[in-house]
Protein backbone atom coordinates (compact mmCIF):
# COMPACT_ATOMS: atom_id res chain seq x y z
CA UNK A 1 0.00 0.00 0.00
CA UNK A 2 1.87 3.50 -0.87
CA UNK A 3 1.59 6.49 1.57
CA UNK A 4 2.49 8.99 -1.02
CA UNK A 5 -0.74 11.88 -0.70
CA UNK A 6 -2.45 12.55 -3.96
CA UNK A 7 -4.73 15.87 -4.13
CA UNK A 8 -7.88 15.43 -6.35
CA UNK A 9 -9.99 18.24 -8.24
CA UNK A 10 -12.38 20.23 -6.89
CA UNK A 11 -15.75 21.15 -8.54
CA UNK A 12 -18.31 23.42 -7.18
CA UNK A 13 -21.98 21.69 -7.14
CA UNK A 14 -23.12 25.17 -5.16
CA UNK A 15 -23.80 27.45 -8.33
CA UNK A 16 -27.31 28.67 -7.89
CA UNK A 17 -27.81 28.38 -11.67
CA UNK A 18 -26.70 25.12 -12.16
CA UNK A 19 -29.39 23.44 -14.20
CA UNK A 20 -29.18 21.25 -17.05
CA UNK A 21 -28.36 23.03 -20.77
CA UNK A 22 -26.76 25.68 -18.88
CA UNK A 23 -23.38 27.33 -19.61
CA UNK A 24 -22.69 26.64 -15.63
CA UNK A 25 -23.96 23.24 -16.22
CA UNK A 26 -21.53 22.41 -19.07
CA UNK A 27 -18.59 23.53 -17.76
CA UNK A 28 -18.96 21.50 -14.43
CA UNK A 29 -19.87 18.44 -16.92
CA UNK A 30 -16.47 19.25 -18.79
CA UNK A 31 -14.91 19.42 -14.96
CA UNK A 32 -16.76 15.95 -14.12
CA UNK A 33 -16.01 14.25 -16.57
CA UNK A 34 -12.25 15.37 -17.41
CA UNK A 35 -11.70 14.50 -13.47
CA UNK A 36 -13.35 11.03 -14.39
CA UNK A 37 -11.44 9.81 -17.40
CA UNK A 38 -7.72 10.98 -15.01
CA UNK A 39 -8.88 9.95 -11.37
CA UNK A 40 -11.84 7.88 -10.88
CA UNK A 41 -13.10 10.56 -8.31
CA UNK A 42 -12.93 13.65 -7.44
CA UNK A 43 -13.71 16.31 -4.68
CA UNK A 44 -17.35 18.24 -4.46
CA UNK A 45 -18.14 21.11 -2.71
CA UNK A 46 -21.98 21.13 -2.06
CA UNK A 47 -23.08 23.96 0.58
CA UNK A 48 -26.66 22.77 0.29
CA UNK A 49 -25.43 20.90 2.94
CA UNK A 50 -24.97 22.42 5.81
CA UNK A 51 -21.84 22.36 8.37
CA UNK A 52 -24.31 22.34 11.24
CA UNK A 53 -25.88 19.15 9.40
CA UNK A 54 -22.86 17.48 8.74
CA UNK A 55 -21.72 18.13 12.62
CA UNK A 56 -24.88 16.28 13.34
CA UNK A 57 -24.46 13.11 11.15
CA UNK A 58 -21.39 12.36 12.71
CA UNK A 59 -23.18 12.80 16.51
CA UNK A 60 -25.63 10.28 15.66
CA UNK A 61 -23.09 8.24 13.79
CA UNK A 62 -21.70 7.86 17.14
CA UNK A 63 -24.79 7.83 19.00
CA UNK A 64 -25.44 4.05 17.15
CA UNK A 65 -22.04 3.02 17.34
CA UNK A 66 -22.38 3.56 21.55
CA UNK A 67 -25.56 1.26 21.42
CA UNK A 68 -25.35 -2.69 22.86
CA UNK A 69 -24.04 -5.13 20.17
CA UNK A 70 -27.03 -7.04 20.75
CA UNK A 71 -28.87 -3.82 19.85
CA UNK A 72 -27.34 -3.23 16.77
CA UNK A 73 -27.21 -6.52 15.17
CA UNK A 74 -30.88 -6.33 14.79
CA UNK A 75 -30.51 -4.36 11.20
CA UNK A 76 -29.62 -7.18 9.16
CA UNK A 77 -29.96 -7.73 5.12
CA UNK A 78 -28.74 -10.42 3.05
CA UNK A 79 -26.47 -7.80 0.74
CA UNK A 80 -23.12 -7.42 1.73
CA UNK A 81 -21.91 -4.12 4.02
CA UNK A 82 -25.56 -3.23 4.06
CA UNK A 83 -27.25 -3.85 7.92
CA UNK A 84 -25.04 -3.81 10.19
CA UNK A 85 -21.25 -5.29 10.29
CA UNK A 86 -19.05 -4.87 13.13
CA UNK A 87 -16.46 -6.20 15.01
CA UNK A 88 -17.75 -9.36 16.24
CA UNK A 89 -15.56 -11.24 13.59
CA UNK A 90 -11.94 -11.42 14.30
CA UNK A 91 -10.86 -10.05 10.52
CA UNK A 92 -12.59 -6.53 11.28
CA UNK A 93 -12.04 -5.61 14.56
CA UNK A 94 -11.38 -2.16 13.70
CA UNK A 95 -14.41 -1.59 11.68
CA UNK A 96 -17.73 -0.72 11.59
CA UNK A 97 -20.96 0.17 9.46
CA UNK A 98 -24.48 0.59 9.39
CA UNK A 99 -26.52 0.93 6.46
CA UNK A 100 -29.41 2.31 6.15
CA UNK A 101 -31.39 1.80 3.14
CA UNK A 102 -33.81 4.30 1.26
CA UNK A 103 -32.99 6.94 3.67
CA UNK A 104 -34.06 9.82 1.91
CA UNK A 105 -37.11 8.25 2.38
CA UNK A 106 -38.71 9.53 6.01
CA UNK A 107 -40.78 6.08 6.32
CA UNK A 108 -38.29 4.49 5.85
CA UNK A 109 -36.04 5.84 8.06
CA UNK A 110 -38.87 5.72 10.76
CA UNK A 111 -38.82 1.89 10.33
CA UNK A 112 -35.24 1.52 10.95
CA UNK A 113 -35.62 3.92 13.69
CA UNK A 114 -37.53 2.16 15.33
CA UNK A 115 -35.49 -1.49 15.11
CA UNK A 116 -32.96 0.55 17.61
CA UNK A 117 -35.00 2.38 19.19
CA UNK A 118 -38.71 1.30 19.98
CA UNK A 119 -39.45 4.31 22.18
CA UNK A 120 -38.87 6.34 18.84
CA UNK A 121 -35.72 9.13 18.22
CA UNK A 122 -37.79 11.68 16.19
CA UNK A 123 -34.30 14.05 15.94
CA UNK A 124 -32.40 11.14 14.63
CA UNK A 125 -34.89 10.17 11.60
CA UNK A 126 -35.01 13.80 10.93
CA UNK A 127 -31.35 14.38 10.27
CA UNK A 128 -30.89 11.24 8.54
CA UNK A 129 -33.49 11.64 6.24
CA UNK A 130 -32.55 15.71 5.77
CA UNK A 131 -28.85 14.46 4.89
CA UNK A 132 -30.14 11.89 2.79
CA UNK A 133 -32.55 13.66 0.77
CA UNK A 134 -29.89 16.63 0.34
CA UNK A 135 -27.07 14.01 -1.24
CA UNK A 136 -28.99 12.56 -3.41
CA UNK A 137 -29.64 15.49 -4.95
CA UNK A 138 -26.23 16.15 -5.52
CA UNK A 139 -25.59 12.41 -6.86
CA UNK A 140 -28.63 13.13 -9.16
CA UNK A 141 -26.99 16.20 -10.79
CA UNK A 142 -23.53 14.24 -10.96
CA UNK A 143 -25.61 11.09 -12.24
CA UNK A 144 -27.03 13.34 -15.14
CA UNK A 145 -23.65 14.84 -16.27
CA UNK A 146 -22.06 11.13 -16.36
CA UNK A 147 -24.74 10.08 -18.44
CA UNK A 148 -24.87 13.35 -20.64
CA UNK A 149 -20.79 12.87 -21.32
CA UNK A 150 -21.45 9.00 -22.19
CA UNK A 151 -23.31 10.35 -25.10
CA UNK A 152 -26.63 7.76 -23.60
CA UNK A 153 -28.96 10.38 -22.76
CA UNK A 154 -31.98 7.96 -24.27
CA UNK A 155 -31.42 5.69 -21.03
CA UNK A 156 -31.54 8.87 -18.70
CA UNK A 157 -35.26 8.45 -17.12
CA UNK A 158 -34.48 4.38 -16.96
CA UNK A 159 -31.11 4.95 -15.14
CA UNK A 160 -32.65 7.55 -12.88
CA UNK A 161 -35.61 5.90 -12.01
CA UNK A 162 -33.95 3.00 -10.94
CA UNK A 163 -31.29 4.63 -8.47
CA UNK A 164 -31.78 3.41 -4.77
CA UNK A 165 -29.88 4.96 -2.06
CA UNK A 166 -28.47 3.55 0.97
CA UNK A 167 -26.56 5.93 3.59
CA UNK A 168 -23.60 3.98 5.24
CA UNK A 169 -22.26 5.37 8.47
CA UNK A 170 -18.86 3.78 9.29
CA UNK A 171 -16.71 4.20 12.18
CA UNK A 172 -12.83 2.78 11.60
CA UNK A 173 -11.42 2.77 15.45
CA UNK A 174 -7.72 3.19 16.71
CA UNK A 175 -5.39 0.11 16.51
CA UNK A 176 -4.56 -1.04 19.87
CA UNK A 177 -0.72 -1.71 20.28
CA UNK A 178 -0.62 -5.24 18.32
CA UNK A 179 -3.12 -4.47 15.94
CA UNK A 180 -2.07 -3.14 12.73
CA UNK A 181 -3.66 0.22 11.42
CA UNK A 182 -5.76 -1.71 8.78
CA UNK A 183 -9.46 -1.32 8.97
CA UNK A 184 -10.46 -2.97 5.77
CA UNK A 185 -8.38 -4.72 3.05
CA UNK A 186 -7.68 -2.85 0.07
CA UNK A 187 -11.03 -2.64 -2.71
CA UNK A 188 -12.56 -0.95 -5.46
CA UNK A 189 -16.33 0.06 -4.93
CA UNK A 190 -18.40 -1.88 -7.27
CA UNK A 191 -21.30 0.05 -7.23
CA UNK A 192 -21.33 2.90 -9.95
CA UNK A 193 -21.35 5.79 -8.00
CA UNK A 194 -20.49 6.36 -3.67
CA UNK A 195 -20.13 10.07 -2.24
CA UNK A 196 -17.99 9.73 1.08
CA UNK A 197 -17.68 12.46 3.60
CA UNK A 198 -15.00 12.18 6.61
CA UNK A 199 -14.47 13.51 9.43
CA UNK A 200 -10.98 15.33 10.39
CA UNK A 201 -8.92 11.72 10.68
CA UNK A 202 -8.46 10.88 7.30
CA UNK A 203 -8.38 7.38 6.27
CA UNK A 204 -9.63 6.83 1.98
CA UNK A 205 -7.14 6.19 -0.27
CA UNK A 206 -7.46 6.38 -3.99
CA UNK A 207 -6.13 3.60 -7.05
CA UNK A 208 -4.12 5.41 -9.61
CA UNK A 209 -3.86 4.84 -13.49
CA UNK A 210 -0.55 3.26 -12.50
CA UNK A 211 -1.54 0.80 -9.71
CA UNK A 212 -0.26 2.89 -6.48
CA UNK A 213 -2.56 3.51 -3.44
CA UNK A 214 -2.43 6.92 -2.17
CA UNK A 215 -3.34 8.99 0.36
CA UNK A 216 -6.42 11.69 0.04
CA UNK A 217 -5.71 14.80 0.92
CA UNK A 218 -9.02 16.37 0.94
CA UNK A 219 -10.23 19.48 1.24
CA UNK A 220 -12.16 20.41 4.96
CA UNK A 221 -15.85 20.07 4.39
CA UNK A 222 -15.51 18.86 0.75
CA UNK A 223 -17.00 15.72 -0.20
CA UNK A 224 -15.53 12.77 -2.43
CA UNK A 225 -17.21 11.72 -5.26
CA UNK A 226 -16.28 8.16 -6.76
CA UNK A 227 -17.51 6.42 -9.52
CA UNK A 228 -17.44 2.11 -9.63
CA UNK A 229 -15.40 0.30 -11.65
CA UNK A 230 -18.43 -0.43 -14.23
CA UNK A 231 -18.47 3.61 -14.79
CA UNK A 232 -15.11 4.14 -14.63
CA UNK A 233 -14.35 1.78 -17.29
CA UNK A 234 -16.73 3.60 -19.28
CA UNK A 235 -14.49 6.83 -18.86
CA UNK A 236 -11.52 5.77 -19.75
CA UNK A 237 -12.74 3.44 -23.19
Known amino acids: MGSENIKLPKIDFSHEDLKPDTLVWNQ ?17 SFDKISIHLRKSIFEFSQEIFDLPLETKLRIISTEAFHGYVGNYHPSIQLFESMGIDDANIFHEVEKFTQILWPQGNPSFCKTIQSYSEQLAELDQTIRRMIVESLGVEK ?16 KYKPPQNNETETGLSA ?26 WKNLDPTPNTFTVVVGDSLHDCHCT
Open 28 to 44: VKSQVHKALVEYGCFEA
Open 187 to 212: HTDKKSLAILYQDQVNGLQVLTKDGQ
Open 155 to 170: YMDEHMNSTNYILRLM
